[in-house]
């Protein structure tokens, strides 16, 4: 009884270990991703506040991080502004990939939407958009926002090429 409860438990062991080792490959990035920078990398008579090397004065130069950037696609967020630009924007935060609008009614539509939008990875794919659209009396239905989604990502490949970076 006890060698087939340890052949049991090496069995279970390599199992899990072959387990282990499956996974999948990590997303590629798109190189033309747009990188924003936090402001202090500024040069220039426009730039305010101490010359590079300064020691900082304050307890709070601790926190401040020169490093500070994110990566946005830059086609998936011009899009998703430009195909929603019926919607007035409330909050837009590249830092963090989402935008956020108010009520709006499309052009020939007589219903009013309002939509939320996340660019999660700097690749432009659909992973990468993810889209809340809802009206007043609560959200719409999968195919139109599947539609919405696809508007913006055919309009996110048209800005691509227009770039020339296809």
Same mark, same amino acid.
């Given at each position: 009884?006890?060698?087939?409860?340890?052949?049991? !438990?090496?069995? %279970?062991? %390599? %199992?899990?270990?072959?387990?282990?080792?499956?996974?999948?490959?990590? $997303?590629?990035?798109?190189?033309?991703?747009?990188?924003?920078?936090?402001?202090?990398?500024? &040069?220039?008579?426009?730039?305010?506040?101490? %010359?590079?090397?300064?020691?900082?004065?304050?307890?709070?130069? @601790?926190?401040?991080? &020169?490093?500070?950037?994110?990566?946005?696609?830059?086609?998936?967020?011009?899009?998703?502004?430009?195909?929603?630009?019926?919607?007035?924007?409330?909050?837009?935060? $590249?830092?963090?990939?989402?935008?956020?609008?108010?009520? /709006?009614?499309? $052009?020939?539509?007589?219903?009013?939407?309002?939509?939320? @939008?996340? @660019?999660?990875?700097?690749?432009?794919? !659909?992973?990468?958009?993810?889209?809340?659209?809802?009206?007043?009396? /609560?959200?719409?239905?999968?195919?139109?926002?599947? !539609?919405?989604?696809?508007?913006?990502?055919?309009?996110?490949?048209?800005?691509?090429?227009?770039?020339?970076?296809?």
């Amino acid at each position: 009884m006890m060698l087939f409860s340890v052949k049991r !438990a090496v069995i %279970a062991l %390599a %199992a899990l270990g072959m387990l282990a080792a499956c996974g999948d490959e990590p $997303p590629t990035l798109d190189r033309e991703a747009m990188q924003i920078k936090s402001g202090r990398e500024a &040069k220039g008579p426009a730039r305010v506040g101490k %010359a590079p090397g300064e020691q900082g004065s304050s307890i709070l130069e @601790i926190f401040k991080n &020169k490093d500070a950037s994110v990566k946005v696609n830059r086609f998936l967020w011009t899009a998703s502004l430009q195909v929603l630009d019926f919607l007035p924007v409330q909050s837009a935060d $590249p830092f963090t990939g989402v935008i956020s609008t108010g009520y /709006g009614v499309p $052009p020939g539509g007589g219903r009013a939407y309002r939509a939320t @939008i996340l @660019i999660s990875d700097p690749a432009l794919d !659909a992973r990468s958009l993810n889209l809340s659209l809802s009206t007043q009396s /609560g959200p719409v239905d999968a195919g139109t926002r599947r !539609a919405v989604e696809d508007a913006i990502l055919s309009r996110a490949r048209q800005l691509r090429i227009q770039a020339g970076n296809f």
